[in-house]
């Protein structure tokens, strides 16, 4: 994917997907489900306590819950993992970018930079539109899919998606 095409998409949110798999903790391996025991010990490890075990058809299971806070990619969740289901080694592949819906503030006139103030490795900008407005865009290429921006967003206009189809895997 490019940056001028995924900058395109991404500047209206056209990649969401309604099916989006649930966004397992960094370094979940293409076996996660059958591996992942439920067990809890990445919930316990994550110094961010982003963690939280919800169910699924096989029992519960590890989610990524940003509303307390961003993730470090720390890997503290993949080491504590001892069947396996996350690896260290994979940590760096992580596939979630944000999207920004058009609930967004600063996309409906109200003054707001909250996501652009909390990204650190400078994924958001703003075009300015008519009538005060700003629309954010976002560069998949730099963003991280750390979840800062969500931590800070008032009003809840960022989520995350997989902007590419193998996501079967972390279903
Ligand atoms: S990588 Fe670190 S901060 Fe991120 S979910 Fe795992 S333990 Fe938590
Ligand atoms: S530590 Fe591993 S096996 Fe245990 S719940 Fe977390 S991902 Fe599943
Ligand atoms: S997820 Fe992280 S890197 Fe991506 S836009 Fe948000 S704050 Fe920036």
Redesign the pocket.
Same mark, same amino acid.
């Given at each position: 994917m490019t940056t001028q095409h995924s900058r395109r998409n991404f500047l209206r949110g056209q990649l969401s997907r309604p099916d989006a798999p649930p966004m397992? &903790?960094p370094g979940?391996q293409a076996r996660?489900m059958d591996?992942?025991?439920?067990?809890?010990? /990445?919930?316990r %490890?994550c110094p961010e306590a982003i963690?939280v075990?919800r169910e699924s058809r096989s029992g &519960?299971?590890?989610v990524v819950d940003f509303a307390q806070g961003g993730c470090t990619f720390c890997g503290a /969740?993949a080491e %504590?993992?001892?069947?396996?289901?996350?690896s260290l080694e994979t940590v760096p592949d992580w596939p979630w970018k944000a999207v920004v819906s058009d609930s967004c503030l600063s996309l409906n006139g109200v003054s707001c930079r909250a996501c652009e103030d909390s990204c650190d490795p400078r994924a958001i900008r703003f075009r300015l539109m008519t009538a005060g407005r700003a629309a954010p865009i976002l560069d998949t290429d730099c963003c991280t899919g750390c979840g800062d921006c969500a931590v800070t967003c008032p009003a809840g206009a960022i989520s995350f998606e997989i902007p590419e189809t193998q996501t079967e895997r972390l279903a």
């Open positions: 397992r &903790p979940a996660f591996l992942c025991t439920g067990c809890g010990d /990445c919930v %490890a963690l075990l &519960p299971r590890p /969740c %504590a993992c001892e069947p396996g289901a996350l």
